[in-house]
Structure formats: structure tokens, C-alpha cells
């Protein structure tokens, strides 16, 4: 029932169409709000009912003090939910399932509908299996297709069978940078119980980088699955009112610096200054000099730094922005009507107040790359040689161990590069020193490898090579000011006579048909073929792990002499064992530096003194020899984008091409389950699960499945990447009939749990302290005498088959990087009841509880390692009862025996954190809660 205690409900003209709208200004206090919480301000005003959302929660967030700890709960209601595939399948299955679940409960299959607008990009599925070529995008769609099949199928089934989800199909763009372009509304128009309402556009997505759309002033952030398909069903999200960091913005950037230099910069200050679960707002003078484009690259990176959001308020640059892309210009007025009228329209000059201040000069920003294994690593760019050698040690040892013919004394007298910082556009071209050029300095190990590929060229490898040169990821695809500096940067290049290193597989892979469309239009695309800069789809590729097969014979060099390889990429992750299992070392740079590392072929360069090659007369080239002008940039930008480029791309863009259409298409209400498929199974959540949920019990008995460090992400978590044939995945898929080259990734298996249970705590870098020596999923099985050493997956088993409950032992930042779902959800299946870290980010631990798994803390100051815990003990937990009585206990008691007898107990924070999670808990899960309460309605 909907309530106005407020009296905000008003009317909104807009060129002869009236709107209801509801003010912001009915609430005392509400002026003084910075732009995110009075988004979620209009939230709370426009869903009040009185029972989820109260005339208390509105007075309470209109008079919210900016220097309290997070600790009042409200219920946010998002526009809509949007999805990219790995994630979204999931989605799908787990709803199809719902459907049959809510009959055998006595409920409506129908009721199992999404009710917020829900879309849906088909993104993480290509493969750049093939490159360098002008039929590389054909050829690896035709493979996407073959591959992906059964999953397609599927999804255009819930196409038909669900309303209001609609899809994208592949080969059209990265689900953040079609929302930016298309999908976003900003304002949203919509028809409420036959009213015509605008409200802000808010969303939650199945990817953590959902927040690029924070760059059009739209509040939304990633969430798991989970709590998606909840979000789908009319499920508000609960959430805590957060604190606020104000991050002004002065000056401009300086000739020479990009988008991507700005948001690693950022990256590293605010990752530095602790935001995690915090909202990020920008705001001052310096805002007016931040490009569009630029607001989505920073505001993607958000879950980099940690924070929920990183939002940018709307003002002209927005609707500039909307105009460029072909939106409707009713829906441009409707923007720049409703935020004036609602105070949402940004003025610098009114600093709102925020609990949490931070100032960046933006001409302070110089050039930069990030790694090589996080984004917030962030090196200048005229210390990357000098970086690259301290951390190539951790990879393969110190000089002494080889120095490849170098004379040791030389090494010695080696000094430090001059710290001053030219800009890529400003280099004296003086001489390089001792070793430049040559691909391997000597004050680091060197390992050259002789190599001969089938063309009959040959190289030496060494460590730091670049193998891979990869233009990807929606970060800096969706920006035309470095990608169209990127193609120039080639066509330089090529005018130089320079070309890629043969040892480097490159691939271009835009967010948007539009980015090519752009490029043939200025005429550069030719440039870019000619360096091997090819299509290679319109998907995320490299970034998600895509990367595909290395050159045959650059993978076996590497894997038979052990060498540490580079990756350079245009993407917001880098994490370990995410890119290609071959390459140990990856860095994030933008496209712009990509081009110059595939010409360069090794991190072991000084890109400001040492040549990248010769021209046709055998001078040097330098980098500054072939980097554009801002002005030439802007030039090219202005001559060759326009919004009809926009229109016509997006104008029938959920239709797909012949390929989507032609595939044959399921119907009916529900899933006809096939008991063959390797892709898509229906999943056991709901097996025998009663009307109502059975007491929570204190667990007993439990046993360490993995003791981790500091920093594990989802990435390591989750399934992801390609499939091993000899891990226990890879021998399911076997055992099944699938060929080794049709394994395909475990992102395009998500919708099948067998396989995905299989690949959790499976990636290839994780380290298991209980299993030392070891990398990859490998635990030890305590079921064993002596607890031998065997597979995470293996070891689960067994415990299942005794009844014994698992825990995790882990370190700071349990579950940083993307929101995957099956972090989670693997987690749960694998029989972990209990996970104790030293802190968490925000959407892993949502997660783990929206699977029934409880998140336990350490106390403040402890750790495994200082209680002393080496992950044999066997583990109880007293306490957890309370939550029966709907009281969420501050602590339980641990406590865990050893194999002397020796007992070691503290209490643990329990980090359920709001009413709604408990509620989620006590049901033993997000989804079962859902359905409880749908086959009741």
C-alpha cells in the first residue's frame, strides 16, 4: 500500500506532459543531502508503505548526520536490473527452476516473473581464439555460436517466457557501455498503476562494473546473482544509509595524460583512503572538465577502489552526453526538467557535506600504467622499468640467479632513471642507456629462449615479454578520446614503419559497433589491421579471461622454460591467473599504451628514453615520435562521431542477427530440463526444501577446507577462465563425452553446477596454506590418516559423505573484484557453512549469507596466524541459536581443538549485518526466502 506521510506526490510539465513526481523538497533536510542520497531519498518517498519503508527511514535519511557510523537499514527499491551473461544465466536458471519450486510449494509458476525491467547483454562469450586476421571477428563469432549454443537457446527461451527481461545478443557490445549508450534512462519514465511517474534511474547489475553508469549521474552498483534475481522478483535491496566521500576535483588534465592515467590515479587514492562500502561522489569546479566518457571510465572502476558507487551528478555534460548517443530529446528534456526541479542538477558552487573529504588537482595526473597482478598497483609510467625488475624477482628470481651473459660489474654500476616526469608528448630523445632496446636489461634475471614460429621467423623470449596487447573492456572502449588516440597512435606507427613484435597476439575488442563504425569513418582502421590490431568481437574478452590461446609456439616456450610473461591490456582487472594461464605478469594501461608495449614487446623498456624500433631509414623511433596531440585527437573525434552512428546501431538491438534468430527457440512456461546437457542443468537449491525453514543449529565438528592470505578475490574463488582436462572439472566434461576442444571457459558453464562446483577454490594461483607448495585447488582431506594431500572438490566430497561441516580461514579483503554469484554459491554447494576472514568486501559477504553460509570476523587485531591456527583443528561455533529468537548476536564463540588436544577459543564478529540478511539467513538462503514468500502470496 502506498503512503505519502510527506505529502511529496506533485506534478512535473515537461513540454506538455505531465509527470508525477515526489519532492524531494517535502522533506526537511533533504537540501543539505549530497546527489547520491537524495536518489535514494526520492527512493524511500516514492515506496513508502508504511512496513519495508517508513515515515521514520524518510525523517531519518533527511536528517542524516554525514560523521555517524553506518547503522540505520532501508530498503531500496532499483528501476530496473541489468545483466551480462556469466552472470545472468544463472540468473535465468535459478528462475526457471523457481518456476517449478513455487508449484510444488502450492504456488502461481507466474508469480515467478521479473517485475522490474531486467536486460540482459550477451558479452562474456567470445573468445579470441583467432587474431591478427581480417576474418578474426567472423570466424570467432561462428566459434562463439558453436560453442554457446545450448546457452543461447536457453536465453532466448526466457526471452519468450519471462516478461519484461529482454536480451542483447552477442556481438553487439559490453553490457556497461550499451547501458551508457542506450539502456540508461537517467530519468525514468514510467506508467505506475495507469500514472505516468518519473524518478531517477537506479539499477543494480549482475557485474560489479555496473557503476560505469555512475558516470551518467545514475545510482547503481553490482550485486551477486542472488541478490539480482531478488531484486527481479519485487525483492528490495537492504542496505545500510553509508557514509559519503566527497572527492573534489580541480584544475584539468595536462597535455599528454588520458582518461585511463586518471582513473589508475584515482584508483590508488581512494583505494588508499579506504572506501570500501562507502558511496563516492565527485563534486567542484574541476568536475565541468571531466568528459563524459571520462565519468564512466572513473565511475567503472569503483569496484577497483572499493566503494559501492562513484557517482558524478548530472548537469550539461550529461545531456550532451544523452544527445551524442541518440536519445530521444523528450527524454533529454525530461532529464535536465526533473533534476533542476528536484536539486539534482549539479552547482558548483555549493559544496554539499559529506562525511569524508578527498582533492585531486587533475593537472597532477601523469602517465601511468598498473600491475602486475592488482588495479590499484599503480606505477608511473617513467618508473615502469625500474618497477618491472623489483617485481620480476618475485616471479623469477634474483639477478644472480642468471644473467644471460651480462657482465655483473656492469650491473652494478647501474643508476637509478632521472625522476623527472615528461609527458609522452615531451622527450629529448637523448640515448638510451646501457642495454636499451634489446629487450633485457642487466640489473634483472635474464632467461632469452630461442624460438622459431611456423613461418619460419625466430626471436629470443625473455621474461617480461609481452605476449599479449589487448584493446578490451568497457573501462576504456567506451571512450572515443583514447580510442581514437589509440588508432593514431598505430597509424604513426605504421607510418614509422613499425609494426607489433611477432611474439605479441594483439586484439581489438570494443563495447560498441560504434567504435568501429568511428573508426572507418576517420579512415583508421586500416592502420590498426596493419599492426595486427584486428576486430576480434565486441565483448570483454581479454579482460574476463578470454584472452585465448597464446601463438602456439610462444605458449610452449614459455610452459617448457618457466618464463614470466606480460600481458598489457585496456581492462579494470588484472588479478592473478585471470588473463591467460600462461602469462604470470599482467598490467593494465590504456589503448593508447597498448599499441606502444605490442610495438615495444617487453615491459623491459624506459618508454621516455629507449626506442620502440627503427623506421625505414634505420632512426630511432620514440614513443613521443608517434603519440598524438590532444588537439589532433579531438580533431578526428570531431569529424567522424555523430549521434546517427548511435541510432542506427542501437535502433533494433535486441532483434540480433540471422545467427540469433534462426536458432531454435523452446516455449512454454517452464524449462523442459535436458538431462544431457552439459551447459545448462537444473541446480539443487530447492531439492526437498520445506514450507517453512527449519531451526538454525550452532555447527559442530568442523574442518578447515582452505586457509588463505590476504587480498583473495572472487576471481580465485569462482570458476573462471579455461578448463584443465586433468582438474576435476575438466575430467566431469570427459566423462561426459566433451572433447577437449569443446570444453570452452567455465563462465560459459555457469549454468551448469556440476561443473561449477567442480572449478570452485580451482584457480590456478590460489595458494592453500594447508596444502603447502601447492597452487591451484588443492586442500587437505582430514577424512585420510595423516590428511593427505588431494583436490578441493575431492576432499569435499568425502567430508559430505561423513557429515561434516567446512570452514574457510582467510585474510584481509575475503572476496574483493567482481560480484560473482558462484563465489557464493560453489561455496555453499562444497558444504562450507562458515567462512572467518579479517574483513570482507561488501558484495562477497552479501553473497555468502544470501547462500546460507555464515560470515564470521575475527576480532579486531586477530588473525589465523596470531590465535595461532593452522587450519588442522577441528572448529565449533556456539551462539549462532540466537538468531531463531530474530536477534543477530554481535559475536558466537570459536572454538578449535588441535590434533594435540590444545584448545584455542575467541569470538567472532558476526557480519550479518541488517535485518533483511538475517531474514535471508534464517531461511538458508536469499532465494528460499523469496520463494517462501511467493508461494504464500
Known sequence: MSVNSFGAKASLDVNGTSYEIFRLDSVPGSEKLPFSLKVLLENLLRTEDGANITKEDIEFLGNWDPNAEPDHEIQFTPARVIMQDFTGVPCVVDLATMREAVVGLGGDASKVNPLSPAEMVIDHSVIADVFGTNDAFQINTDIEYQRNRERYQFLRWGQTAFDNFKVVPPGTGIVHQVNIEHLARVVFPRTVDGVLQAYPDTCVGTDSHTTMVNGLG????????????????????????????????????????????????????????????????????????????????????????????????????????????????????????????????????VEPVYSEYIELDLSAVVPSIAGPRRPQDRIRLDQSKTAFHQELVAYAGEPEADYGGYDKAVNDTMVASDPTEPTPGETDNSPAPHGAGDGASPDRVVKKVPVTLADGSSFDLDHGAVTIASITSCTNTSNPSVMIGAALVAKKAVEKGLTRKPWVKTSLAPGSQVVTDYYEKAGLTQYLDAIGFNLVGYGCVTCIGNSGPLITEVSEAINEHDLAVSAVLSGNRNFEGRINPDVKMNYLASPMLVIVYALAGTMDIDLFNEPLGQDKDGNDVFMADIWPTQAEIEEVISGSISAEMFT????????????WRSLPTPD????????????????????????????????????????????????????????????????????????????????????????????????IRLRNQIAPGTEGGFTRDFTQPDGPVTSVYDAAVNYAEQGTPLVVLTGKEYGSGSSRDWAAKGTALLGVKVVIAESYERIHRSNLIGMGVLPLQFPAGESAESLGLTGEETFSFEGITQLNDGVTPKTVKVTAVAPDGKETAFDAVVRIDTPGERSYFQHGGILQYVLRNLAKA
Open 218 to 349: 545514475v545510482v547503481g552498483w553490482g550485486v551477486g546473482g542472488i541478490e539480482a534475481e531478488a531484486a527481479m522478483l519485487g525483492q528490495p535491496v537492504s542496505m545500510l544509509i553509508p557514509r559519503v566521500v566527497g572527492f573534489k576535483l580541480t584544475g584539468k588534465l595536462n597535455e599528454g595524460t588520458t582518461a585511463t592515467d586518471l582513473v589508475l590515479t584515482i584508483t590508488e587514492m581512494l583505494r588508499e583512503h579506504k572506501v570500501v562500502g562507502k558511496f563516492v561522489e565527485f563534486y567542484g569546479d574541476g568536475v565541468a572538465e571531466v568528459p563524459l566518457a571520462n565519468r564512466a571510465t572513473i565511475g567503472n572502476m569503483s569496484p577497483e577502489y572499493g566503494s559501492t558507487i562513484a557517482v558524478f551528478p548530472i548537469d550539461s555534460k550529461t545531456t550532451d552526453y544523452m544527445r551524442l548517443t541518440g536519445r530521444d530529446e523528450e527524454q533529454i528534456a525530461l532529464v535536465e526538467a526533473y533534476a533542476k526541479a528536484q536539486g539534482l542538477w549539479h552547482d558548483p558552487s
Open 648 to 659: 542506427s546501431r542501437y535502433a533494433d538491438v535486441f532483434s540480433g542477427d540471422d545467427r
Open 668 to 763: 512454454g512456461d517452464t524449462f523442459e530440463w535436458d538431462g544431457e546437457s552439459t551447459y545448462v542443468r537444473k541446480p539443487p537449491y530447492f531439492e526437498g526444501m520445506p514450507a517453512e525453514p527449519a531451526p538454525i543449529e550452532d555447527v559442530t565438528g568442523a574442518r578447515v577446507l582452505l586457509k588463505l592470505g590476504d587480498s583473495v578475490t572472487t576471481d580465485h574463488i569462482s570458476p573462471a577462465g579455461s578448463i584443465k582436462a586433468d582438474s576435476p572439472a575438466g575430467q566431469y566434461l570427459t566423462a561426459n563425452g566433451v572433447e577437449r576442444r569443446d570444453f570452452n571457459s567455465y563462465g560459459s558453464r555457469r549454468g551448469n553446477h556440476e561443473v561449477m562446483i567442480r572449478g570452485t577454490f580451482a584457480n
